[in-house]
Antibody, heavy 119, light 110 residues
């Protein structure tokens, strides 16, 4: 059973940068998977932000690409999200998840953390 | 840009059957697998269906799903509705290197 846990500041200021980390426990940090970030604004649907492969290759949502960086620390079994130039529209629950290739299923999720953008 | 469209909400009575659709905007929805996730308030999504039609471990056989190439859509069917099925349901697929979610459907069991 794989466990993912998000951590980071819960309140960030407009124009600032959001930084979250996802710790992966219970099992090897396998080269098979993609490590993914998804967000959900209050009362709205799921939005895929981007992901990173064990190799370091990244893919980002075209709508967020200019503001997103996802990185990986294999030694600590964790990956991180950085989202810059924040506005109130970035207020959301941020989830980290594991995606397995074909069928591209997000099979394990963190519990999610609410990040509020406010002055 | 490939998109998945779901009805915003559906409702049905306990014991009845409901079907939630997920329609692809272009191309072929059958080109990549479709997953279905259930999300209850305050919780992370969990898989109910993977690889178009296969139930995740522990999901009752009241849940079934299919993909129809002719209508470029996927469907999730829940029979014998129970109050515990009330939740948001999301379809998900993949396009190139992008993960795509449908907008989600709120299922109300009246």
């Amino acid at each position: 059973q794989v466990h993912l846990q998000e951590s980071g500041p819960r309140l960030v200021k407009p124009s600032g940068t959001l930084s979250l980390t996802c710790a992966v426990s219970s099992g090897p940090f396998s080269s098979t998977y993609w490590w993914t970030w998804v967000r959900q604004p209050p009362g709205k649907g799921l939005e895929w932000i981007g992901e990173i492969h064990h190799s370091g290759s990244t893919t980002y949502s075209p709508s967020l690409e200019s503001r997103v960086t996802i990185s990986l620390d294999k030694s600590k079994k964790q990956f991180s999200l950085s989202l810059s130039s924040l506005t109130v529209a970035d207020t959301a629950v941020y989830y980290c998840a594991r995606r397995r290739p074909v069928p591209e299923e997000l099979d394990y999720w963190g519990q999610g953390t609410l990040v509020t953008v406010s002055s | 840009k490939f998109m998945l469209t779901q009805p915003h909400s559906v409702s049905e009575s306990p014991g009845k059957t409901v079907t939630i659709s997920c329609t692809g905007s272009s191309g072929s929805i059958a080109s990549n697998y479709v997953q279905w996730y259930q999300q209850r308030p305050g919780s992370a999504p969990t898989t109910v269906i993977r690889e178009d039609k296969h139930r995740a471990s522990g999901v009752p056989d009241r849940f079934s799903a299919s993909v129809d190439s002719s209508s470029n859509s996927a469907s999730l069917t829940i029979s014998g509705l129970q109050t515990e099925d009330e939740a948001d349901y999301y379809c998900q697929s993949y396009d190139g290197r992008i993960v795509i979610f449908g907008g989600g459907t709120k299922l109300t069991v009246l």
